[in-house]
């Protein structure tokens, strides 16, 4: 059973990066790829970004593109995600998720294992 524990969350400064860590216990299949996903408050999660540890292909959504870094280490049991150029509507609780993914898209529905989240505030 794959359990994921997110981390790295906190206070972020406006203009300034956010980055996260998801730490992966237990085997992935192939194509079992991992997705970072936001919930701003009141708001509804939103998928940012995933990467295929199978074959490190990456996808993020267009909204977000020019601000995110997704990433595996070599061991493939950590996956990154960096968002640059924080704003104050970044703010909320960040998830890692996953499931089997083989077009590694963004809907909530293909991730079947979730992370408790992170919670980050960006703020001055």
């Known amino acids: 059973q794959v359990q994921l524990v997110e981390s790295g969350g906190g206070l972020v400064h406006p203009g300034g990066s956010l980055k996260l860590s998801c730490s992966i216990s237990?085997?992935?299949?192939?194509?079992?790829?991992i997705g970072w996903f936001h919930q701003a408050p009141g708001k509804e999660r939103v998928g940012l970004a995933a990467?295929?540890?199978?074959?490190?292909?990456?996808y993020s959504s267009a909204s977000v593109r020019d601000r995110v870094t997704i990433s595996i280490d070599s061991t493939k049991t950590t996956v990154y995600f960096q968002m640059d150029h924080a704003e104050p509507e970044d703010t909320g609780r960040y998830y890692c998720?996953?499931?089997?993914?083989?077009?590694?898209?963004?809907?909530?529905?293909?991730?079947?294992?979730w992370g408790q989240g992170t919670q980050v505030t960006v703020s001055s």
């Open positions: 237990g085997t992935l299949l192939e194509h079992y790829g």
């Open positions: 990467i295929d540890p199978s074959d490190g292909s990456t």
């Open positions: 998720a996953t499931g089997y993914n083989p077009a590694l898209r963004l809907w909530e529905e293909m991730y079947t294992v």
